[in-house]
Structure formats: structure tokens, C-alpha cells
């Protein structure tokens, strides 16, 4: 197995042309806790992938003992966060509203994902993927959706600097255009963004 990526909560392994995510003991914890905090993540990170997968492109499960591991579909393409500085700016324009799109269906099913960034969003024959659903949940509050948005702007920000601005545009042009609840969603954004800038004066 070859050793793809170590997060704070799992380690992903590719293995015979799949994908297997292994949440990690965390030896700090008492064990029966550890163990029953790494199913319910599993089991909701399961759950939440099949709901997605009815809505938007995101890698197929293939197995899963529920308690720490996950098998999923191997997406052999190239990570959005690689490419996105690099094509051309029609591309750029395409991938930013398929984003807008997708985090729109997602929240009109209430999905949170919690940690929209260009590395956890992949390219497969002109198809955008949305990948890593370990850390997403279910709400129906405003507040989330709109902090699910701004994590992603803060990214955008951080990674690819020339191109956020318009980028964001566009996704936000887009999610309006398919949300359902995109006016209060939008209202709540411009809160949480305001509460970002007087953070970082503070700072």
C-alpha cells in the first residue's frame, strides 16, 4: 500500500487501484471512546458520501467495516489545486461554476462539507469531483452553509491569490443561481466575512 496523505484524523492509503482511509487510534483517549468516536465519524462519513452521490460527483464507496475504514473509487485524475493557476481562463471559468454548482445541490440537502478547498476537489476527464467528507455533517442552519462558503473564499485567497476574486464571482453567481435559499445564505455570508476582516485587525 502506498502511503498517499496524513491528516490529523486518518491516514489514505492507494491500494490495487482504490482509495482506503483509515481513521487513526488516538492514543490520548481512553480506548472504548476512541473506538466508538472513530465509528460514529465512519459511519456518518459513509452516510453522508451515499447522500452526496445522488447529487453531485464525488468518489463511489466501495466497502466499509464501519468502524474505522473506508474503500472508496480511485479517481485518477489531477487535483483542482494543481491546475487551477495553469489553465486556460475559459477552463478557470468552467471549474469555478461547476464549484458554485455542486456546494449549492449539496446544501440544498443540508450537506456541510466543511473543508472546501482546491486540493479536496479533482479533475477526472472534465469532471469536478468533490472528495474528503470526513470532517462534513447535516444542517439546516444558514449560519453553516454560509461558514462552509467562506472557508472555501479564505482558501481560494490563500492558494491562488491572481485568481480569487474572479474565481469567487463566479461561484457565487452560480450558487445563487441554484440555491434555494441563496438570499438568506448570502446575507449570512456577508456576516460571517465581516466577522473574518475584524478578526484579523484584532490580529
Known amino acids: 500500500m502506498e502511503l498517499l496523505a496524513q491528516g490529523a484524523e486518518a491516514k489514505i492509503f492507494l491500494h490495487n487501484k482504490t482509495i482506503l482511509k483509515e481513521r487513526q487510534v488516538k492514543r490520548y483517549r481512553l480506548e472504548i471512546i476512541d473506538e466508538k468516536i472513530r465509528r460514529q465519524r465512519t459511519r456518518s462519513e459513509v452516510k453522508i458520501l451515499q447522500k452526496a452521490s445522488d447529487i453531485i460527483p464525488v468518489p463511489k464507496i466501495i466497502n466499509t467495516d464501519e468502524k474505522s475504514k473506508i474503500t472508496l473509487e480511485y479517481l485518477d485524475g489531477k487535483k483542482l489545486r494543481d491546475i487551477f493557476d495553469i489553465v486556460t481562463t475559459k477552463q478557470r471559468r468552467k471549474y469555478a461554476k461547476e464549484i458554485g454548482k455542486n456546494i449549492a445541490l449539496l446544501h440544498n440537502k443540508n450537506i456541510i462539507h466543511q473543508d472546501l478547498t482546491t486540493s479536496n476537489m479533482i479533475i ?80
Do not use: C, M, P
Open 124 to 203: 477526472k476527464e472534465e469532471k469536478l469531483y468533490f472528495i474528503d467528507f470526513g470532517l462534513s455533517f447535516i444542517s439546516l442552519k444558514a449560519e453553516d452553509k454560509a461558514v462552509d462558503l467562506f472557508l472555501l473564499y479564505k482558501a481560494l485567497e490563500a492558494k491562488h491569490t491572481n485568481h480569487a476574486r474572479k474565481a469567487w464571482n463566479e461561484i457565487i453567481k452560480e450558487y445563487e443561481n441554484k440555491s434555494q435559499d441563496a438570499k438568506e445564505i448570502l446575507l449570512r455570508l456577508e456576516k460571517v466575512q465581516k466577522r473574518g476582516r475584524y478578526k484579523q485587525q484584532k490580529v
